[in-house]
């Protein structure tokens, strides 16, 4: 049963197969992996045979009325991870969730140096997978966790699992119908894995790859299935050091702009004019101020009135007006306050002060022309003080840059919890408002 092996560890393989017939159908057999080989699957009849027995006696004769059509045939030879693999079983395999079958497939692959390892397919998504020697640790408190080489595995899934189809070789005896029950704990991008049948104990490691890396691997026509949904152990796209750049990012521009606008707070801005005045009962002659100096390049004034009105209104008409060119920009303001206590709870609204802003004022000599009112049956004056303060900052500006910059970290951290929230709504585990308990 066994065969002749040539070239070293880091050869292509040349594998002299050993040709048999199957005793059901008489079709030709090809067993690659010698000695490592328990059974065989016909091509053919699908009929299952006892590889260690010298007339391949039949285990289990399979009608199956579906044939399963390997993405990557048996005898594929390809170098997977360094090494030079040949693809010789393929299984078909189920699990049933909430009555929905669920079906994934594994490719058996072989190195007469390095022993087999898998490739396991589910739409789309791929993993390569290889049996875990040593026993994996496990926490069965609130929910389980399994402890691999220092990492640490979230428990994603419990199912029966069952082989449902299966073709080639295999280091062990395969039949259509087997089950086991199968658990799978997540650190993407592995998955590590329990299989437990009577008696028995299997524990395996997979790593996501990707479609292309196996179709390059083994020189495949066409193009591999495109991935859909988001697999248990796909890696998210927004990883958790790439979060954590954007935000060092962010806060770093963070600084950056608060520092500037601290800057602009305390050299950017200056007084130009301050000036207090009394308006009493029917004075409302208006008035001209006297001129001062706006100096630099173009920027905004800023006007504030600061009165003491209280439970009433003044209503100021002003003129911004350049001395040389006579040009003027017109506004007007109203500030108003009342106060008071209803049902022995004191309330007021308004405000004393007043603020409004011109902007792209060029320098040059100017004056303030007001035009003060106060209501016809006012019973007391007003005091109130003009401000003018040119380049003044614009908090308005800085807040729009700061929300600015924080759109791309906020958008990673909604895309990777949007992914996360597709991720575990297929486990055990499915968010709140997807039913089952959130943990």
Same mark, same amino acid.
């Given at each position: 049963?066994?065969?002749?092996?040539?070239?070293?560890?880091?050869? +292509?393989?040349?594998?002299?197969?050993?040709?048999?017939?199957?005793?059901?159908?008489?079709?030709?057999?090809?067993?690659?992996?010698?000695?490592?080989?328990?059974?065989?699957?016909?091509?053919?009849?699908?009929?299952?045979?006892?590889?260690?027995?010298?007339?391949?006696?039949?285990?289990?004769?399979?009608?199956?009325?579906?044939?399963?059509?390997?993405?990557?045939?048996?005898?594929? @030879?390809?170098?997977?991870?360094?090494?030079?693999?040949?693809?010789?079983?393929?299984?078909?395999?189920?699990?049933?969730? /909430?009555?929905?079958?669920?079906?994934?497939?594994?490719?058996?692959?072989?190195?007469?140096? +390095?022993?087999?390892?898998?490739?396991?397919?589910?739409?789309?998504?791929?993993?390569?997978?290889?049996?875990?020697?040593?026993?994996?640790?496990? %926490?069965?408190?609130?929910?389980?966790?399994?402890?691999?080489? #220092?990492?640490?595995?979230?428990?994603?899934?419990?199912?029966?699992?069952?082989?449902?189809?299966?073709?080639?070789?295999?280091?062990?005896?395969?039949?259509?119908?087997?089950?086991?029950?199968?658990?799978?704990?997540?650190?993407?991008?592995?998955?590590?894995?329990?299989?437990?049948?009577?008696?028995?104990?299997?524990?395996?490691?997979?790593?996501?790859? #990707?479609?292309?890396?196996?179709?390059?691997?083994?020189?495949?026509?066409?193009?591999?299935?495109?991935?859909?949904?988001?697999?248990?152990?796909?890696?998210?796209?927004?990883?958790?050091?790439?979060?954590?750049?954007?935000?060092?990012?962010?806060?770093?521009?963070?600084?950056?702009?608060?520092?500037? +606008?601290?800057?602009?707070?305390?050299?950017?801005?200056?007084?130009?004019?301050?000036?207090?005045?009394?308006?009493?009962?029917?004075?409302? /002659?208006?008035?001209?101020?006297?001129?001062?100096?706006?100096?630099?390049?173009?920027?905004?004034?800023?006007?504030?009135?600061?009165?003491?009105?209280?439970?009433?209104?003044?209503?100021?008409?002003?003129?911004?007006?350049?001395?040389?060119?006579?040009?003027?920009?017109?506004?007007? %303001?109203?500030?108003?306050?009342? /106060?008071?206590?209803?049902?022995?709870?004191?309330?007021?609204?308004?405000?004393?002060?007043?603020?409004?802003?011109?902007?792209?004022?060029?320098?040059?000599?100017?004056?303030?022309?007001?035009?003060?009112?106060?209501?016809?049956?006012?019973?007391?004056?007003?005091?109130?003080?003009?401000?003018?303060?040119?380049?003044?900052?614009?908090?308005?500006?800085?807040?729009?840059?700061?929300?600015?910059?924080?759109?791309?970290?906020?958008?990673?951290?909604?895309? #990777?919890?949007?992914?996360? @929230? +597709?991720?575990?709504?297929?486990?055990?585990?499915?968010?709140?408002?997807?039913?089952?308990?959130?943990?």
């Amino acid at each position: 049963m066994g065969g002749a092996v040539t070239g070293g560890p880091g050869a +292509a393989a040349k594998v002299a197969a050993r040709g048999l017939n199957c005793p059901s159908c008489g079709a030709a057999l090809t067993v690659r992996a010698f000695e490592h080989t328990i059974s065989v699957v016909c091509g053919s009849c699908q009929s299952v045979l006892d590889a260690k027995d010298p007339n391949l006696r039949v285990l289990q004769r399979f009608a199956q009325t579906k044939r399963v059509e390997p993405r990557i045939p048996l005898g594929t @030879r390809g170098t997977w991870r360094g090494r030079p693999y040949e693809v010789i079983g393929f299984q078909r395999r189920t699990i049933h969730v /909430e009555g929905t079958p669920y079906s994934w497939d594994e490719y058996l692959l072989f190195n007469p140096y +390095a022993g087999f390892r898998y490739l396991t397919e589910y739409a789309g998504h791929w993993n390569d997978v290889t049996t875990v020697r040593s026993i994996p640790e496990e %926490r069965t408190a609130g929910r389980p966790v399994a402890r691999l080489g #220092g990492r640490s595995f979230r428990h994603f899934q419990t199912a029966e699992a069952s082989t449902t189809y299966v073709l080639g070789e295999f280091p062990w005896q395969v039949r259509v119908g087997d089950s086991a029950k199968s658990r799978d704990f997540i650190a993407p991008p592995y998955i590590l894995s329990a299989e437990e049948t009577e008696g028995e104990k299997t524990w395996s490691l997979g790593e996501y790859v #990707g479609g292309a890396e196996v179709w390059k691997a083994f020189g495949l026509p066409g193009s591999p299935p495109r991935a859909s949904g988001v697999f248990a152990n796909q890696p998210s796209p927004e990883p958790g050091g790439e979060r954590r750049t954007m935000w060092t990012l962010f806060l770093t521009f963070v600084g950056i702009v608060v520092a500037f +606008a601290a800057w602009r707070a305390v050299q950017g801005s200056a007084e130009v004019f301050r000036q207090s005045y009394v308006l009493g009962p029917g004075d409302d /002659e208006p008035f001209v101020t006297q001129p001062f100096t706006l100096g630099g390049r173009p920027s905004n004034v800023e006007l504030r009135i600061q009165t003491d009105v209280q439970n009433g209104w003044a209503y100021f008409n002003f003129a911004l007006v350049n001395l040389a060119s006579g040009t003027a920009s017109d506004f007007g %303001r109203e500030v108003s306050y009342y /106060e008071g206590v209803e049902d022995g709870e004191a309330w007021h609204e308004g405000s004393r002060t007043d603020d409004v802003r011109i902007p792209t004022v060029p320098p040059g000599r100017y004056y303030l022309r007001v035009d003060p009112e106060l209501p016809a049956d006012a019973a007391r004056s007003v005091r109130y003080t003009l401000t003018l303060r040119r380049d003044v900052p614009g908090w308005r500006y800085f807040l729009v840059v700061l929300v600015l910059l924080a759109v791309p970290p906020l958008k990673t951290v909604g895309r #990777g919890a949007s992914f996360e @929230r +597709a991720r575990w709504a297929e486990s055990d585990y499915p968010p709140a408002g997807l039913g089952g308990d959130d943990d």
